[in-house]
């Protein structure tokens, strides 16, 4: 009886009480989020064994584009392309939206093309490959000026290339959260030149972010509702007979949404990719914990399987923490084994989060100014480098590297100096027991540390 009504209690509380085999967010080892940062609208291709996961800059946009790229797709490294940049994608038209939502895709003609939100227009650029280097495509002016449509938002175009090759843009939101509208034309073999009048092909419960997928030879428009601020950010699809629809909502639709119970906040904007002969869902969704403090939104970056079927539809996603992906690596590199201890600010940032193998979970330095984690390796080792990935990729950090053989009398290694990146590489040839990372930045962040022999 007593058990019963704990059950109660917290379905009064907060929806049931969840599942025994649900994975925790903040466990070791979860896979989910993907990326070790606050990314949003992930756009992923594959090309010459390489992946690369293109994505909006958080909190809510950068003047540059955010670039992972990866040879296992679990160890990530980040950059930013030279193009595009707020500076160079800006027409007398342009608002003051900064960059966001890429997508990247193969034209037929073996050039890659990118279409990319700047200032609430649509731009596009080109590359020999998804490395780049990028450059635009139009003659310096959007290909869809953000007074096309004034009454809708001018951005989230997504390309698609559909089995004889034509290829055709969807793109399309609402204002103020509200009244979203979906267009799509087709396109030249340029990629770039309408071929047509584009069309209003909006679906029911259609917000923004369309991404196109053809299953059981029918037209799969999936896209996002709702507000990704707020926990009520879904994805949804319409079904229909030809790329510019009617599009009809499938009666199973929203396929992914907030799951309290499995601690997933507001998934969307989302790309579908295939690997081996599994498909995947790739998308973003709230940082936990959740709601964050203060007025910043940050978005994290996960891919979950799913499932298109044979008679064109979608089964619901039921996402997660962090499964295996065909193609990609089972875990990422972890480097020695060590044991934490240092400086905390609370038992939820505390130093051993910084060795938990989990991008949802970081150590945060105190505000104080003397943030330090000590790494007992449990013997004298020797190590080569530390790796570490800090909670901004984009911004700058001062971190040093102490050694020691008794966790009492320490000598420097790695000086501090101005570094950016993810992850930071500290090379420090040296033999020892306890290794000591330091920083003076207030309230830094570090989502992991890993030491390499």
Avoid at 32 to 60: C, E, K, M, Q
Avoid at 102 to 116: E, F, H, I, L, T
Avoid at 225 to 231: E, L, P, R, S, V
Wanted: glycine letters at 10%.
């Amino acid at each position: 009886m007593r058990r019963r009504l704990i059950v109660l209690a917290a379905a009064l509380l907060g929806g049931a009480a969840p599942a025994a085999d649900v994975p925790r967010w903040d466990a070791a080892g979860a896979g989910n989020p993907l990326l070790p940062g606050y990314f949003a609208d992930p756009s992923i291709v594959h090309d010459d064994g390489r992946w690369y996961v293109f994505a909006t800059i958080d909190p809510w946009g950068d003047d540059r584009l955010g670039l992972w790229t990866s040879d296992n797709g679990r160890d990530w490294r980040f950059s930013m392309p030279d193009w595009p940049t707020k500076r160079a994608a800006t027409s007398p038209t342009s608002g003051d939206a900064k960059v966001w939502a890429p997508s990247v895709v193969k034209a037929p003609n073996g050039r890659w093309y990118m279409y990319v939100s700047v200032g609430s227009e649509v731009w596009v650029g080109t590359a020999p490959s998804p490395a780049g280097p990028w450059r635009d495509a139009n003659g310096g002016k959007p290909l869809i000026a953000r007074d096309f449509a004034p009454a809708y938002h001018m951005i989230d175009a997504e390309a698609f290339v559909d089995d004889d090759g034509q290829a055709y843009l969807y793109w399309g939101s609402g204002l103020n959260w509200v009244n979203g509208h979906c267009f799509v034309v087709r396109l030249k073999p340029d990629m770039v030149t309408f071929d047509g009048t584009p069309r209003d092909v909006t679906p029911r419960g259609y917000f923004e972010a369309p991404f196109m997928v053809k299953a059981g030879g029918r037209y799969l428009l999936t896209y996002s509702d709702g507000n990704t601020t707020k926990d009520t950010y879904k994805v949804r699809y319409a079904v229909g007979t030809t790329p510019f629809g009617p599009f009809t909502e499938s009666p199973n639709s929203p396929i992914l949404e907030t799951h309290r119970e499995r601690d997933i906040v507001s998934p969307g904007h989302h790309a579908i990719f295939r690997s081996g002969a599994q498909s995947y869902i790739l998308y973003h969704r709230q940082a936990l914990p959740w709601p964050q403090s203060g007025d910043a939104v940050l978005r994290q970056v996960a891919v979950d399987p799913i499932e298109l079927r044979a008679d064109g539809s979608i089964a619901r996603v039921t996402p997660g923490h962090g499964g295996p992906v065909v193609g990609f690596a089972a875990h990422r590199a972890r480097g020695l084994a060590w044991r934490a201890s240092g400086t905390k600010t609370t038992p939820g940032n505390a130093p051993s989060r910084a060795a938990d193998d989990n991008y949802a979970t970081l150590w945060r330095a105190p505000a104080d100014g003397s943030g330090q984690v000590i790494a007992d390796l449990g013997r004298r080792r020797a190590v080569a480098r530390s790796l570490v990935r800090p909670e901004y990729a984009t911004r700058p950090y001062r971190f040093a590297v102490d050694a020691s053989d008794d966790g009492r009398r320490w000598r420097p290694i790695v000086a501090a100096a101005t570094r950016s990146g993810s992850p930071i590489t500290l090379d420090h040839a040296v033999t020892a027991r306890y290794l000591r990372l330091r920083t003076e930045d207030r309230g830094a962040g570090v989502w992991e540390w890993t030491i390499l022999p």
